[in-house]
């Protein structure tokens, strides 16, 4: 027991941000372990104590695997929308930088044609107005009107100034954004191939650990104890459930979205294996699409869970809850609020399963209720 609750603990310092090397280490060690674990089995087929404690481990070792790529998707998943965000960003300042070349334009033109005006002019300075003879009425006139245009000029020649300066930090602005762009991409593609890596592994920990599965009752005992896992994690969430007036629990007379787009793949209380039924829906999706929150309310669960992966519960109050499973990543932690609508994890297959989807229950007090209730198809 106190070795199980010191992997445990290993396992959640030891995911939540690495450096590469790091990470590239505790995947060799992985691949070792998955390594010695198939040398077992290849030698002991038969012995069915054995299997049991190998698919034991290799549950383990199934949970190392998914928590690493949670990690890497997540961080693919900021590099993504931070890329989407300087590409606004650049598309602003390169709108911001054509008006202002524009009005430059206009500004030099302005500032050429009050030159051109004061030379054809002439230059009258005081004492030729004074030789002259001119009336001091008219010389009075005759200052004002060059003051003004003077100062006319004068304030073009600043307006010019204060364009051209704006002008060069738009450009500054724009290449700073370019230089982030670049480094982001390339950082995506060392991302990218970290994820593909950390896949890759998890499918060959997937083949071992369905070798052990091989017969109906080892399929069924796997279920009851998934369902025995998730019991449990219920239980809590309703431990952590909190009677907050700000939450307004779900209404089946108003129609939610589903928490993301696609088949229902089984439906709600359809026969799973045995006595054991569906308590929820699966929805077959992308891998990485997005899934939202289908109403308002606050993270009570966010964890690996044994059959059902990367999980998150919603509590939306008076006592309805809603989970999501088989995430390739959750991007909210317990204890964070969420809006209805709000993205919360991304579809994956998490939980050792084949094909990409999501696991989505909705719970009153406890009990387990048809989505399709709350959720409009």
């Given amino acids: 027991m106190n070795i199980r609750l010191f992997i445990k603990a290993s396992i959640i310092a030891g995911f939540i941000s690495l450096p590469i090397s790091v990470n590239a280490t505790d995947l060799e060690r992985r691949q070792s372990e998955l390594k010695s674990i198939q040398t077992q089995i290849n030698q002991q087929q038969s012995a069915v104590k054995n299997t049991h404690k190998q698919r034991e481990r290799l549950i ?3 949970k190392k695997d998914e928590q ?4 890497a998707a997540k961080k693919v998943n900021n590099t993504k929308q931070d890329l989407t965000q300087i590409d606004k960003t650049l598309a602003k300042l390169s709108g911001k930088y054509i008006q202002l070349d524009k009005l430059k334009t206009i500004q030099q033109k302005t500032l050429s044609n009050q030159l051109a005006s004061a030379y054809l002019s002439g230059n009258h300075d005081y004492s030729k107005m004074l030789l002259n ?3 001091p009425a008219s010389i009075e006139r005759l200052l004002a009107y060059y003051q003004y245009l003077n100062n006319a000029r004068i304030a073009s020649i600043k ?11 738009i450009r500054l602005k724009q290449q700073e954004n370019q230089n982030r762009l670049n480094k982001l991409a390339l950082e995506q593609q060392q991302q990218a191939k970290r994820l593909n890596q950390e896949q890759s592994q998890r499918q060959q920990t997937l083949t071992q650990l369905q070798r052990t ?3 109906s009752g080892a399929k ?3 279920l009851q104890i998934e369902e025995a896992s998730l019991k449990r994690v219920v239980e809590q969430a309703l431990l952590a459930m909190k009677n907050n007036p700000a939450f307004e629990g779900l209404s089946s007379n108003r129609k939610l979205k589903w928490p993301t787009k696609g088949r229902i793949k089984s439906g709600f209380g359809s026969k799973r294996s ?3 039924k569906w308590k929820g829906v699966t929805i077959s999706a992308a891998e990485g699409q997005n899934i939202e929150a289908i109403a308002g309310g606050q993270v009570i669960y966010a964890d690996w869970l044994r059959g059902f992966g990367m999980v998150l519960v919603v509590d939306h109050g008076k006592g309805f809850m809603s989970l999501y499973g088989h995430a390739q990543t959750l991007l909210k932690a317990a204890g964070d609020s969420v809006n209805k609508g709000e993205y919360i994890a991304l579809v994956g297959r998490s939980g050792g399963q084949t094909e990409s989807g999501l696991y989505f229950e909705v719970r009153h007090k406890g009990q387990a209720v048809d989505p399709a209730r709350y959720c409009k198809r």
Avoid: Y
């Avoid at 307006?159 to 930090?169: A, G, K, S």
């Fill in 60 to 62: 383990s070792l199934l």
């Fill in 68 to 71: 690493a790529i949670a990690v």
């Fill in 133 to 135: 003879q001119q009336s």
């Fill in 159 to 169: 307006q010019l100034q204060t364009t051209i300066v704006e002008l060069d930090e």
């Fill in 213 to 215: 599965l091989s017969n």
């Fill in 220 to 222: 069924l005992e796997q």
């Fill in 274 to 276: 045995g006595q054991v």
